[in-house]
């Protein structure tokens, strides 16, 4: 037999194996039950879902980037890739910029792009300043820092105002550094997860291991990391002229955070970890869910929630269930104030706060913020505290809503202005 025809065969013989192992790989599936429960399975992944948002595109460095003119929900992203108006990259002559770094609360989620500080800076500031939005959905410190340096830098910004810390604290299966160090590995994966041989295999890797559902997850950026990349923007901009102003994050004082996620025992798939606010959903029923959502994400008056058919009674079983969930607790009170019960209330409030360590992990993120103005110098506006008993100025825990991006331009004017740095 010759050379040519035995290579032939081999390889007819490979692609046959490959079919044959292909198919019952595919009865599998049908067969064997997913190990990840619907808890497990969203727990940490949708931390990277904005990268499937509709003005978003997958990067392979940044993980996702605005696309130049895409529009959606009123949204236009300008020719740079930036929402607000079209602008040079080359600074005109006799114009002094303005760049906002940041993320989803720099780029005015929720707002329109006039009402937000963006928008409402220009205004107030009028010509000769020129005030650019480089704020983007979902980016943590980690991002800022590599979008700086490869985009907005050549912008040559005169004044860089620098909003990170609240995606930076979000729970992740990776830290945004080792997921920048896996991004090859991650590319040729999605590709094999269209075998079912390739899916069969991590099914049985998830039964073995239970990482999907045992995984503690971690910071997407961790605190001194978060310290690390401010401290190098700072860096950064001074190098090139530029003067940096940092900005710790606002959050609504009133609610309990509960987005990240805290480990509860699942009766099939043992301990899992899971958002608070999907785990009250789960043990609730659906209007229930419903308005406790537009409450906590929409800032709805909570008398929506507490006049829902048996909600308060299942507030008062789950603080039973699960007495070290702030959510819960935070509930009762609602539910205390709904019936005029102003001692409980204020009695389940503490308790509220007490448990709320997710806001606690926040706010050392903040702390640390201000720590870097003593110990390194980093010109800090602190914006919490402008915000620290406004809850009327949010549309959720974080964001805030147009009178709130009123109340930040502002505040920001006039701190620009006590600093010498607006003509």
Not at 204 to 213: E, F, I, N, P, Y
């Amino acid at each position: 037999m010759s050379r040519r025809r035995t290579f032939l065969l081999a390889i007819v013989s490979t692609l046959i194996g490959a079919a044959a192992l292909e198919g019952i790989a595919s009865l599998l599936l049908a067969i064997l039950p997913d190990p990840r429960s619907e808890r497990s399975a969203v727990a940490f992944e949708d931390v990277w879902a904005h990268a499937e948002d509709p003005l978003h595109a997958p990067d392979r460095d940044l993980f996702w980037r605005p696309v130049p003119g895409r529009v959606a929900e009123n949204v236009r992203i300008n020719a740079q890739g930036l929402r607000g108006p079209d602008f040079t990259t080359t600074k005109p002559a006799g114009v002094r910029r303005i760049v906002l770094l940041g993320d989803s609360v720099t780029f005015g989620y929720g707002v329109t792009e006039e009402a937000s500080f963006a928008g409402r800076l220009r205004r107030q500031l009028g010509p000769g300043i020129e005030v650019v939005n480089a704020g983007i959905t979902g980016y943590s410190s980690w991002q800022g820092l590599r979008f700086y340096e490869t985009v907005v830098r050549e912008y040559r910004p005169d004044v860089l105002l620098v909003l990170f810390g609240y995606n930076d604290h979000h729970s992740a299966v990776w830290s945004d550094r080792d997921k920048y160090g896996r991004r090859h590995a991650e590319a040729a994966a999605r590709v094999a997860a269209h075998s079912a041989t390739f899916r069969v295999l991590a099914r049985a890797r998830m039964r073995l291991t239970s990482s999907d559902v045992r995984h503690e997850p971690v910071p997407r950026v961790g605190l001194d990391e978060f310290e690390a990349n401010l401290v190098a923007l700072d860096s950064l901009a001074r190098a090139e002229g530029c003067r940096a102003l940092f900005l710790t994050v606002p959050i609504r004082p009133d609610v309990p955070l509960v987005e990240n996620f805290v480990q509860v025992r699942d009766p099939e798939a043992g301990p899992v970890w899971v958002r608070q606010i999907d785990l009250a959903c789960q043990q609730m029923d659906a209007p229930a869910c419903d308005a406790l959502t537009r409450c906590f994400f929409e800032a709805a008056d909570w008398s929506e929630f507490t006049g829902v058919a048996g909600a308060c009674a299942r507030v008062e079983d789950l603080v039973q269930l699960a007495p070290d969930l702030p959510i819960f607790h935070f509930l009762l009170a609602a539910c205390h104030a709904a019936r005029g019960d102003s001692v409980a209330v204020e009695a389940a409030l503490v308790t509220a706060r007490r448990l709320d360590r997710e806001r606690a992990a926040m706010e050392s993120y903040n702390a640390r913020l201000r720590d870097l103005g003593l110990v390194r110098r980093l010109d800090v506006i602190d914006t919490a505290a402008a915000f620290a008993s406004e809850s009327n100025l949010f549309l959720d825990v974080v964001h805030p809503n147009a009178a709130g991006h009123t109340h930040l331009a502002a505040l920001l004017e006039s701190e620009l202005r006590q600093r010498g740095l607006l003509p």
